[in-house]
């Protein structure tokens, strides 16, 4: 199995991507690409320069990890209520690749992780409702609010009893279903 771990975020310490960092760790016989999303970088999508320029090679390089993956982990930060801009541009980008949908129907586990009580809550709905949309086979998801006091950034890993069990009893349902798909 071949899982690719996303963090929607450009930033260089960002809580999302150690929990998606972390939850790659989690999965026992399995090829893990963890990508960076600074390496997708592109200029904000416009339509002027996608008729000018044509989509950038970031959207294809992007689109071609999402194609090469049997799962998808990804990790969202909730920037007012929604996406980061960084991934925003990523997504708006690969949807304009003629011929394809953005997540290409791979099985994704969906996540977030937050500061605050709620997890990231908003982030995943938007996820889970305009993802289908778009190729999104959403299996399932996790919020880990609190993010400070249920993650131990010096051991990187979920330090609450409770979260860590949760992830690792979605991670082993996701990993045999997609055993079966394989044979």
């Known amino acids: 199995m071949k899982v690719l771990a996303i963090a ?39 339509h002027e320069r996608e008729v000018n320029n044509g989509v950038p090679q970031e959207a294809h390089d992007f689109a071609a990890k999402i194609d090469g993956a049997n799962l ?43 500061p605050g009580a709620r997890g990231g809550a908003g ?7 305009r993802f289908p949309f778009h190729g999104g086979n959403i299996v399932d998801t ?16 979920i330090s609450n009893e409770e979260k860590n069990s949760e992830l690792r009893d979605k991670i082993k349902k996701i990993s045999a279903i997609e055993i079966i798909l394989e044979k």
Request: no cysteine; charged share 20%; glycine share 2%.
């Open 142 to 157: 996790f919020s880990l609010p609190f993010f400070k006091d249920n993650f131990d950034t010096t051991k990187q890993e």
């Open 72 to 114: 998808l982990l990804l990790s969202l930060p909730e920037h007012n209520g929604t996406y980061s801009t960084a991934f925003k541009n990523v997504f708006d980008w690969v949807s304009r690749i003629k011929g394809r949908t953005v997540w290409n129907e791979v099985p994704m586990l969906l996540m977030s992780a937050a």
């Open 8 to 46: 929607g975020s450009n930033s260089e310490t960002s809580m999302n991507k150690q929990l998606v960092s972390y939850a790659s760790t989690l999965f026992e016989n399995a090829e893990v690409e963890v990508i960076d999303l600074n390496s997708f970088e592109m200029p904000i999508y416009k």
């Open 123 to 129: 982030v995943l709905e938007a996820a889970a409702k």
